[in-house]
């Protein structure tokens, strides 16, 4: 039988059962794995609200309808702080259907004051005690990076003293995190959107990353902000290659899927393909359209993308 027709007969005969969408998903899990397996070369991982238009705003059917439609992975900034059944909820969906968890954001970020670039030692103390409790959320959802932002920059420090006191804190925050093998993965951003950001680009995440020397401090590198901040992308990328263990994507300008912008994200992607990665691919950005035409023109350019 035609799958999309089981898959909405089986809906109907659920209705009566009282299984709902996310029910006739959890019946269909095994042979939806089999399906996902060769849907993309690499792990792009979509955010909860970005198909709300076709699976509705429960966050189980949204992860059933990226599964369906070929996501081999999830990603989700608030995760730390959505409530713990649902956490356990989602966690549960995720492994019946073969999504692999991605970042989650691991602590407070300082917008607007210095902390971690300050050396203040109660700031430290309070970034690290928001390490400990990502681990118990790690542990829940099945994740293995959490995002780490150093915050606002100094103004009253050299740069020098600021990078090492950013570099002092990650080391004690590795330590913390190396025994349950999870990683933190540091996110430059650029400085047209996040103005007075202390890391914002990729050659100086490698330079902290090396100094801490650890396998639980590596880059995010977005290619969205790195594209603003620096450009010349694939360079950057094989030379950051090392401390890379993941991406995050938004065309530009616009911030908008992939093929809405400037950036040739076939040739990025074929990149990172041909380096083995084999990790997750965040999808960072908004919907170019709105509705259910919009949603579709993201999970287009993906395919498009992702065709090399």
Same mark, same amino acid.
Not at 193 to 210: D, M, R, T, V, W
């Given at each position: 039988?035609?799958?999309?027709?089981?898959?909405?007969?089986?809906?109907?005969?659920?209705?009566?059962?009282?299984?709902?969408?996310?029910? @006739?998903?959890?019946?269909?899990?095994?042979?939806?794995?089999?399906?996902?397996?060769?849907?993309?070369?690499?792990?792009?991982?979509?955010?909860?609200?970005?198909?709300?238009?076709?699976? /509705?705003?429960?966050?189980?059917?949204?992860?059933?309808?990226?599964?369906?439609?070929?996501?081999?992975?999830?990603?989700?900034?608030?995760?730390?702080?959505?409530?713990?059944?649902?956490?356990?909820?989602?966690?549960?969906?995720?492994?019946?259907?073969?999504?692999?968890?991605?970042?989650?954001?691991?602590?407070?970020?300082?917008?607007?004051?210095?902390?971690?670039?300050? /050396?203040?030692?109660?700031?430290?103390?309070?970034?690290?005690?928001?390490?400990?409790?990502?681990?118990? @959320?790690?542990?829940?959802?099945?994740?293995?990076?959490?995002?780490? @932002?150093?915050?606002?920059?100094?103004?009253?420090?050299?740069?020098?003293?600021?990078?090492?006191?950013?570099?002092?804190?990650?080391?004690?925050?590795?330590?913390?995190?190396?025994?349950?093998?999870?990683?933190?993965?540091?996110?430059?951003?650029?400085?047209?959107?996040?103005?007075?950001?202390?890391?914002?680009?990729?050659?100086?995440?490698?330079?902290?990353?090396?100094?801490?020397?650890?396998?639980?401090?590596?880059?995010?590198?977005?290619?969205?902000?790195?594209?603003?901040?620096?450009?010349?992308?694939?360079?950057?990328?094989?030379?950051?290659?090392?401390?890379?263990?993941?991406?995050?994507?938004?065309?530009?300008?616009?911030?908008?899927?992939?093929?809405?912008?400037?950036?040739?994200?076939?040739?990025?992607?074929?990149?990172?393909?041909?380096?083995?990665?084999? /990790?997750?691919?965040?999808?960072?950005?908004?919907?170019?359209?709105?509705?259910?035409?919009?949603?579709?023109?993201?999970?287009?350019?993906?395919?498009?993308?992702?065709?090399?």
């Amino acid at each position: 039988m035609n799958r999309r027709l089981f898959v909405k007969k089986s809906a109907t005969a659920a209705s009566f059962l009282g299984l709902g969408l996310s029910g @006739v998903n959890a019946l269909n899990s095994k042979e939806q794995k089999d399906e996902i397996l060769s849907a993309f070369k690499l792990n792009y991982a979509p955010h909860l609200n970005m198909f709300k238009n076709h699976a /509705g705003e429960n966050p189980i059917d949204q992860l059933n309808f990226m599964a369906d439609e070929g996501f081999t992975a999830f990603e989700d900034n608030n995760m730390k702080k959505r409530p713990i059944e649902t956490q356990n909820a989602m966690a549960n969906t995720m492994i019946k259907r073969g999504l692999s968890m991605g970042v989650f954001v691991a602590h407070t970020i300082y917008w607007k004051e210095p902390n971690l670039t300050s /050396g203040n030692l109660e700031k430290r103390e309070a970034f690290l005690n928001e390490i400990k409790d990502s681990i118990e @959320v790690a542990k829940r959802v099945n994740a293995k990076w959490m995002t780490v @932002v150093p915050g606002y920059i100094d103004l009253k420090q050299n740069m020098a003293y600021q990078t090492q006191h950013v570099i002092e804190t990650l080391k004690q925050a590795s330590a913390i995190l190396e025994p349950h093998n999870l990683i933190m993965v540091l996110e430059p951003l650029n400085f047209r959107n996040h103005p007075g950001q202390f890391l914002s680009e990729s050659p100086q995440a490698y330079q902290i990353c090396k100094a801490v020397n650890s396998p639980s401090c590596k880059i995010l590198f977005d290619i969205y902000h790195q594209q603003i901040q620096e450009g010349n992308l694939i360079p950057n990328i094989e030379t950051c290659w090392d401390e890379i263990a993941y991406f995050q994507v938004g065309d530009n300008p616009g911030r908008k899927e992939p093929t809405t912008g400037e950036i040739n994200f076939k040739n990025v992607f074929k990149f990172i393909h041909s380096k083995g990665f084999n /990790g997750i691919i965040g999808m960072e950005h908004g919907n170019s359209m709105e509705g259910k035409t919009g949603e579709r023109a993201v999970i287009n350019a993906y395919k498009t993308s992702d065709d090399f």
